[in-house]
T-cell receptor
C-alpha cells in the first residue's frame, strides 16, 4: 500500500463549487505539505503543517484553506473554485529524520470549468 | 528569498547521448540542502538525490551524476548514455536546513530521449 495517498485522483468541477482534496499518510511523519504544479512553474507551496496545531501559509495560499484533522490527515479546500485553480495538486510528508526529503503522494488532477 | 532556476525548459536527445540538466540557485542561508526529483509520464514524483551544502563532492549513481559547485551556486545533473526510460520532467529544489525547511522548486526541465 502507498505510504501517502490522495483522494480523489481526478476531479472535474464547476466554477464556484466548494471542493476538498484529502491526503493521508502511514509514514508517521509529523510534517505535511500541499503543493500545486502548473506547466512551466514547477511546484509551489500552498500550505504546510508541522503538527495538528501548527498550520502555515505557503507561497500561494489565497483561495485555499486547510485542515489538519490528525497527524496522518491533511485536507486542502477550495471554498469557491475558479478556473485558474486548475492544476495538479500534490501532498507531501517529512519529519526530522528525513533531512528535509519530502515524500509525495500520487497527485490529484483538478479541473475547474 | 530563495530561488531555483532551471533555464532549460525542454531538452531532446537521441538515445545513448549524454545530457546535462542545469540548476542554479539563490539563497542567503549558509546551510541548505539541494535535491533532484524525477517526474515520469505517470505523474508521480521520484526522489533522486539530496546534497548537503557542506559537501561539495560530486556524486555518481550508475548512469546518473551530480556536480555541485558552491562558487557558482549550481547543482547540475548529468545522465550518461541516456535511455528512453529517462524521459521525464526533472525538478531541482532547495531547502533551508534550519527554520521551516520548505522545498523551493525550479520550473522543471522536460527531457525527451528519442530512440
Amino acid at each position: 500500500d502507498a505510504d501517502v495517498t490522495q483522494t480523489p485522483r481526478n476531479r472535474i468541477t464547476k466554477t464556484g463549487k466548494r471542493i476538498m482534496l484529502e491526503c493521508s499518510q502511514t509514514k508517521g511523519h509529523d510534517r505535511m505539505y500541499w503543493y500545486r504544479q502548473d506547466p512551466g512553474l514547477g511546484l509551489r507551496l500552498i500550505y504546510y503543517s508541522f503538527d495538528v496545531k501548527d498550520i502555515n501559509k505557503g507561497e500561494i495560499s489565497d483561495g485555499y484553506s486547510v485542515s489538519r484533522q490528525a497527524q496522518a490527515k491533511f485536507s486542502l479546500s477550495l471554498e469557491s473554485a475558479i478556473p485558474n485553480q486548475t492544476a495538479l495538486y500534490f501532498c507531501a510528508t517529512s519529519d526530522a529524520s528525513t533531512f528535509n526529503e519530502q515524500f509525495f503522494g500520487p497527485g490529484t488532477r483538478l479541473t475547474v470549468l | 528569498a530563495q530561488k531555483v532556476t532551471q533555464a532549460q525548459t525542454e531538452i531532446s536527445v537521441v538515445e545513448k547521448e549524454d545530457v546535462t540538466l542545469d540548476c542554479v540557485y539563490e539563497t542567503r542561508d549558509t546551510t541548505y540542502y539541494l535535491f533532484w526529483y524525477k517526474q515520469p509520464p505517470s505523474g508521480e514524483l521520484v526522489f533522486l538525490i539530496r546534497r548537503n551544502s557542506f559537501d561539495e563532492q560530486n556524486e555518481i549513481s550508475g548512469r546518473y551524476s551530480w556536480n555541485f559547485q558552491k562558487s557558482t551556486s549550481s547543482f547540475n545533473f548529468t545522465i550518461t548514455a541516456s535511455q528512453v526510460v529517462d524521459s521525464a520532467v526533472y525538478f531541482c529544489a532547495l531547502s533551508s536546513i534550519q527554520g521551516a525547511q520548505k522545498l523551493v522548486f525550479g520550473q522543471g526541465t522536460r527531457l525527451t530521449i528519442n530512440p
